[in-house]
């Protein structure tokens, strides 16, 4: 192969990842300003990390013995026990409120983002795991990229990669003008292909190029022009709109829209790690609290909405309600401490050991 390896771990990768967790905590806190309602852009960028990193792992493993096997255990290890272990306590509330729970099956087979995505998000479940759809994206992509990346050449692959980017939109298209479901516009694998599709074909990109370095330059002009477009789509339709899929995914003229964040964040993320180390971009995402917040950020992003719903119904609306500043500002100051404190447990009694036993995998 004709690129040179990047280094296993990329600080600046954690930093992304606490760029993303933060974006979409900060928006299901429901503030007050627009400024927030981009905020699910986030999980845009989770996807676009994950296209890059999991492609990375095939492409490097491609022709290893049991490979395939290999990565399924591996990504079993580090997704699954505590999303089960969220559904278990989920389900237990509800079974013990009496909330409803004839989807559960959706939820127990990673199929949720079809259910939400088609019912508005108003699953006959707690809305608590509504959140969870994006993981169900991501799984899909886990079980059936592989198939397909084990198999080709990296420079079909690549192929491939573009070809997904390119069809993802056309999908999203036909949803809009023929289903009309802005839903499934957002929460299905195909039309949010582009995103790990744009991270896939990146990775593919350092591992063929000479030297992978130069991707940097035409990167940066990718994310300028991504996001001169996006800033008119986004001043066209206001920042209001976009709290809502309903409202924004109706437009015809947003079809794009995800495309171009496919690419914003593709360009991003080539510019964090390939860009020079001493850049500002780099230092800033290598700094200390950026990656430990990205270390724990799936268990940030998997209890923050249920640790959202714990502060608001068991223990702000227990206390009265009071219009200071101080007042106001509390409940969300509580929301993300417990949410922290629920990821950071979790990474060190259950994530961090088993992270050590897939290491042992690989």
């Known amino acids: 192969m004709a690129g040179q390896p990047l280094p296993k771990y990329m600080p600046e990768l954690d930093g992304l990842r606490a760029v993303a967790v933060g974006a979409v905590m900060l928006y299901h806190l429901n503030p007050r300003s627009d400024w927030f309602s981009l905020g699910w852009t986030g999980v845009v960028l989770f996807?676009?990390?994950?296209?890059?990193?999991?492609?990375?792992?095939?492409?490097?493993?491609?022709?290893a013995p049991a490979a395939l096997a290999g990565f399924y255990a591996r990504r079993a290890l580090r997704i699954l026990p505590i999303y089960y272990l969220s559904l278990v306590v989920v389900t237990i509330w509800a079974a013990v409120h009496h909330e409803p729970l004839s989807d559960l099956r959706y939820y127990l087979t990673y199929t949720q983002n079809?259910?939400?995505?088609?019912?508005?998000?108003?699953?006959?479940?707690?809305?608590?795991?509504?959140?969870?759809?994006?993981?169900?994206?991501?799984?899909q992509?886990?079980?059936?990229?592989?198939?397909?990346?084990?198999?080709?050449?990296?420079?079909?692959?690549?192929?491939?990669?573009?070809?997904?980017?390119?069809?993802?939109?056309?999908?999203?298209?036909?949803?809009?003008?023929?289903?009309?479901?802005?839903?499934l516009i957002y929460t299905s694998l195909p039309t949010q292909m582009d995103s790990l599709a744009a991270g896939a074909a990146l990775a593919i990109l350092v591992r063929v190029v000479p030297d992978p370095r130069s991707l940097a330059r035409p990167a940066l002009g990718l994310m300028a022009a991504a996001g001169a477009v996006l800033l008119?789509?986004?001043?066209?339709?206001?920042?209001?709109?976009f709290w809502h899929m309903e409202?924004?995914?109706?437009?015809?003229?947003?079809?794009?829209?995800?495309?171009?964040?496919?690419?914003?964040?593709?360009g991003l993320l080539a510019v964090s790690v390939l860009g020079s180390p001493s850049g500002l971009l780099p230092s800033l995402l290598r700094l200390a609290l950026p990656r430990h917040l990205g270390r724990i950020s799936y268990g940030l992003y998997m209890y923050h909405f249920p640790a959202y719903f714990l502060v608001d119904r068991l223990i702000w609306g227990y206390l009265p309600q009071q219009d200071g500043r101080l007042e106001q500002l509390a409940p969300p100051a509580a929301k993300l401490l417990l949410a922290y404190l629920l990821a950071l447990a979790s990474w060190q009694l259950i994530e961090s050991p088993l992270s050590r036993l897939k290491s042992r995998l690989s």
Not at 232 to 241: R, T
Request: glycine letters at 6%; proline letters at 6%.
């Open 141 to 183: 992509f886990y079980v059936l990229w592989p198939l397909v990346a084990l198999r080709l050449r990296p420079r079909r692959l690549l192929a491939v990669a573009v070809a997904l980017l390119v069809l993802a939109t056309a999908l999203r298209a036909l949803i809009l003008f023929d289903l009309r479901s802005p839903g």
């Open 114 to 139: 079809y259910l939400l995505g088609a019912t508005d998000f108003r699953p006959a479940f707690p809305l608590l795991l509504n959140h969870t759809w994006s993981l169900a994206v991501e799984q």
């Open 232 to 241: 008119v789509l986004i001043h066209a339709d206001g920042l209001a709109a």
């Open 247 to 266: 409202t924004w995914g109706s437009e015809p003229l947003d079809i794009p829209f995800l495309t171009l964040l496919a690419l914003l964040f593709s």
């Open 47 to 63: 996807f676009v990390l994950s296209g890059f990193l999991i492609t990375g792992i095939l492409v490097d493993s491609a022709g």
